[in-house]
């Protein structure tokens, strides 16, 4: 049993990540001949990403998916931390998957992700949950097939959760969600720290993916007829910071960018690492697409130095408008919390003046949520949870305000959009999203899906868009 330790996981090493080649041994491959499997996603892309990398990993190992959890010999829940309502979403699952197995003892059962870093969590899976065979973390996503393994055999709760990053493993298999469009891990875990958040504990250390890796990756997704790729990592701006060699994130994009792939997308971008040389790549090639997610989280100078973020509010202010000025017709997101510790109405108003001054074209808002071993965890947090919802409640007005009036002015437009699938809901309708990553429906032929297509604008939502094909 290898249990999650925070004061390890928060250590940071210099250390050289060392890379190393995945390999199923072949005495692993008939583990899961005539069973099923069924994965439960939460949060980020990243965890969607290792999804796919689970979903192959025990398809090598002769398992097929099953539609539905309950009709499914094997299930794994691959959970977030970030707020306290991903936690409580995975233990409401725990508690339907053990009545589950009072009906169907023979079931599998098995947590991995964010959680599974997490002290607490292990702690009370130890105290209540014992029925459940096996837990792995983040650092160890690769070692799914032995973990599984030895539970099968073990009939005891397996747990196997490393507190410190060890080498980036490179060619474990993937069953990609769609063959039009693709994430592409570029590095692993954060070296921030912001003080609310916990993904520096959950996922480690910074580390880069070795470049000549990732345009491989991307070259072999474009010649499989992939028409976008997005790059994705906690803080990507800062790809190449660990990495003994003088190539940062403007120069990866750059060479992402002349693969031909049709699209390229990263994200999560802290504004910190932003650089000057990253916008004049972005802004040179047409394949990269004029969207950005820029996380702000407050408008309060005060808040923001005590979020540990590293710029004040004129800072942000300034990168947003160089953005806006160098980047033709580009959108830009962000995420923002409100209620942080001892955040007052003032400072709140400093969020609402920058929003006032953004108008975004999307944000995701949330209310603070403490997070056990962070730092803002041990500040006083003074501000009622009444007037938390309160704030959300307004910001959630003006933001809605300023996409609606965004949305507009494409009204008559022709946009180019990667189309996605038929909507839900609708009864010929098809979806895809925009350059400036809006979604959009229009009326056209299922064949058109995977293809980038031109789209007339002629109805604006708050959320979406509505089109015509025009060709
Ligand atoms: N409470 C609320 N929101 C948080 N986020 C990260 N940590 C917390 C927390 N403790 C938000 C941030 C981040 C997004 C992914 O989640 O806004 O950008
Ligand atoms: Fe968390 Fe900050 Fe790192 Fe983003 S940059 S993952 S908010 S610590």
Redesign the pocket.
């Known amino acids: 049993m290898i249990l999650p330790n925070y004061s390890e996981a928060k250590k940071r090493t210099k250390n050289v990540t060392l890379r190393e080649e995945y390999n199923l041994d072949d005495s692993m491959k008939t583990i899961g001949v005539g069973k099923t499997y069924f994965i439960k996603t939460y949060g980020c892309q990243m965890n969607e990403h290792d999804t796919e990398n689970l979903k192959a990993m025990l398809e090598e190992m002769s398992f097929s998916e099953a539609d539905d959890y309950k009709n499914s010999d094997l299930i794994i829940l691959n959970t977030c931390s970030i707020r306290e309502n991903a936690h409580n979403k995975a233990f409401g699952m725990l508690g339907r998957l053990k009545h589950l197995k009072e009906e169907r003892p023979d079931i599998i059962v098995g947590l991995c992700g964010c959680m599974a870093q997490e002290e607490g969590v292990v702690n009370r899976l130890l105290e209540k949950y014992k029925w459940v065979n096996f837990v792995f973390g983040t650092h160890n996503i690769h070692r799914l097939p032995y973990i599984l393994d030895e539970s099968l055999k073990s009939k005891h709760l397996e747990i196997e959760v490393y507190s410190k990053e060890g080498n980036i493993v490179e060619g474990i298999p993937v069953k990609r969600e769609h063959s039009y469009k693709a994430y592409v891990n570029i590095m692993y875990g ?5 003080t ?5 504990f959950t ?1 480690g250390k910074q580390r880069s993916r070795d470049k000549d890796d990732i345009i491989k990756e991307v070259i072999e997704l474009k010649n499989n007829g992939c028409m976008e790729v997005t790059l994705l990592g ?2 990507v701006n800062a790809y190449g910071k660990d990495l003994e060699i003088e190539y940062g994130m403007e120069d990866l994009l750059r060479d992402v960018a002349l693969t031909g792939i049709p699209r390229v997308r990263f994200m ?1 971008s ?1 504004p910190w690492d932003f650089t000057d040389s990253m916008i004049e790549v972005i802004s040179k090639y047409d394949n990269i697409m004029p969207s950005i997610h820029l ?1 702000v ?1 407050s408008g309060s100078s005060r808040i923001l130095k005590l979020m ?2 590293r710029y004040t509010k004129e800072d942000y202010l300034k990168l947003f408008n160089t953005i806006k000025d160098k980047i033709r017709n580009v959108s830009i997101s962000t ?1 923002i919390i409100v209620g942080f510790p001892g955040e007052t109405e003032e400072d709140f108003q400093d969020t609402l003046d920058l929003v006032e001054k953004c108008r975004y074209d999307n944000a995701f808002t949330f209310i603070f949520s403490k997070r056990e071993g962070t730092a803002a965890c041990r500040l006083e947090d003074n501000v009622d949870i009444t007037e938390k919802e309160e704030r959300l409640y307004r910001l959630n007005e003006m933001v809605n305000k300023y996409f609606l009036e965004n949305n507009k002015k494409l009204i008559g437009e022709v946009v180019p959009v990667l189309v996605e699938g038929m909507a839900s809901g609708r009864k010929a309708g098809l979806y895809g999203y925009t350059d400036t990553n809006k979604l959009i429906n229009f009326d056209g032929d299922e064949s058109l899906v995977g293809q980038i297509v031109n789209v007339k604008v002629e109805e604006a939502k708050t959320w979406s868009l509505d089109g015509k094909y025009i060709g």
């Open positions: 954060c070296d921030k720290f912001c609310y958040c916990i993904v520096p996922r906690q803080n999560t802290h996380p989280q540990g973020r995420d």
